[in-house]
């Protein structure tokens, strides 16, 4: 940004790319790692089972709700450890913007910040 | 067949899709609907579901990349993402209400118009001039890397694609896509701005549209992780080999094959919905 004061030190657009370019990689990475771990839990337990996805039936509680999806993350079933994983996923692009809000804030640019703020209500108030 | 094979089999269409989707640049979030629906017979509500989560897989893990390169104009993303998101949350609830029919026929429209979009060339960038007041009081003119330095642009019609932006979030919600090439349309065409900086920054603001949809979907038990899983790592593992190879790979001839294919399964789509087949 040409227009921006540039000073030692001050938090400026160019650091705020470095840090959310990385937030995005490893978020996906850490997704994908557990995702596929998950994935490797299932196919061995439930691998010669027939999949069901014709008729749509919804999921269990414990897809949806974290604590339960714990619970069943702990007694070594695979389904809620790849939901997991996927949560993380969904999570990468609303850390984002807790980033960029933060990042608005440190740079002193109000405007920004509180554009940030009403998309991240619109997201976490729907969620 | 069994899980192990269904998932195999799921895996290795997802990592086509991705990777025809990187290649040409059409996305892989459009075949895996139809592929999911006309061929697995998943039901649509899970196929949305599933898109959904791997369009924000390979939209995150494209944008880490370009981000870096100070390509994606982040403040006109931030921006138009008030548009998106809200209109995404809304096409959400409209597809728990549309039946499926209606929603595999809309489909089928919008991968046309997608389709035939993405030849359309895009407007010449604005270089010179005025900015606009309200592109300049949310510090949207911007500049972006090019072989010969810095390149200067400015962004013309702020209103008219925030409107285009938020008919692009509801399609993202209602249709489970990333609704790319309306994006690139809206920023091209409305706004002005060059198309490196119109598709990187599309891509960027695809990961939080889809997230602001997502909820809404996991609710009401769309995300299935039987289904994610295999689709998520192929779409990934393939829009990965994609960005590997588009350097060496002439993409014009495959582009019109991949545009074919999608009208094709747009027709099947199209049928399948009005015969209540799907």
Request: hydrophobic content about 50%; overall charge positive; glycine content about 12%.
């Amino acid at each position: 940004m040409g227009t921006m004061k540039k000073s030692p030190g001050e938090i400026q657009d160019a650091d705020l790319e470095k840090v959310i370019g990385n937030l995005l990689r490893y978020g996906v990475l850490t997704s994908s790692l557990v995702v596929f771990a998950g994935g490797l839990v299932y196919l061995i337990r439930h691998g010669g089972e027939l999949p069901q996805y014709h008729e749509f039936r919804g999921e269990p509680d414990k897809m949806k709700k974290p604590t339960l999806m714990w619970e069943a993350i702990c007694r070594g079933e695979g389904r809620p450890l790849i939901q997991l994983g996927l949560l993380i996923l969904v999570a990468t692009p609303i850390a984002r913007v807790i980033f960029s809000f933060v990042g608005y804030l440190l740079e002193k640019d109000y405007l920004y910040a509180v554009l940030t703020v009403i998309v991240l209500l619109v997201i976490l108030l729907n969620f | 067949m069994t899980i192990l094979v269904f998932s195999i089999i799921l895996f290795i269409g997802a990592l086509v899709a991705g990777l025809l989707g990187s290649l040409t640049g059409l996305g892989g979030g459009v075949v895996l609907i139809p592929l999911l629906t006309l061929v697995f017979k998943v039901d649509i509500h899970y196929a949305i579901g599933t898109s959904l989560i791997s369009v924000i897989a390979t939209s995150s893990g494209a944008a880490a990349a370009y981000v870096k390169e100070g390509i994606t104009n982040i403040r006109l993303g931030m921006f138009l993402e008030l548009a998106t998101t809200a209109g995404a949350i809304g096409g959400a609830f409209l597809a728990t209400y549309l039946p499926t029919a209606v929603i595999a026929i809309l489909f089928g429209c919008i991968l046309i118009i997608s389709a035939a979009l993405s030849f359309a060339r895009p407007a010449d960038p604005i270089t010179i001039g005025s900015p606009s007041a309200l592109s300049q009081k949310l510090r949207l003119n911007s500049s972006y890397p090019t072989a010969e330095g810095e390149k200067q642009y400015l962004v013309r019609n702020v209103v008219g694609g925030f409107f285009m932006m938020n008919i692009a979030g509801i399609i993202s919600g209602l249709l489970g896509i990333g609704s790319g090439a309306l994006k690139v349309i809206a920023m091209d065409n409305v706004m002005r701005i060059p198309f490196k900086v119109s598709t990187t920054t599309s891509n960027f603001m695809i990961g939080v549209t889809a997230a602001a949809s997502v909820g809404i979907y996991l609710h009401r038990g769309y995300i299935d992780p039987g289904l994610s899983m295999p689709v998520m790592l192929g779409v990934l593992g393939g829009a990965f080999l994609g960005s590997r190879m588009l350097t060496k790979a002439k993409t014009a001839s495959l582009k019109i094959l991949f545009a074919l294919v999608i009208l094709l399964l747009a027709a099947e789509m199209i049928y399948n919905g009005i015969n209540h087949t799907i």
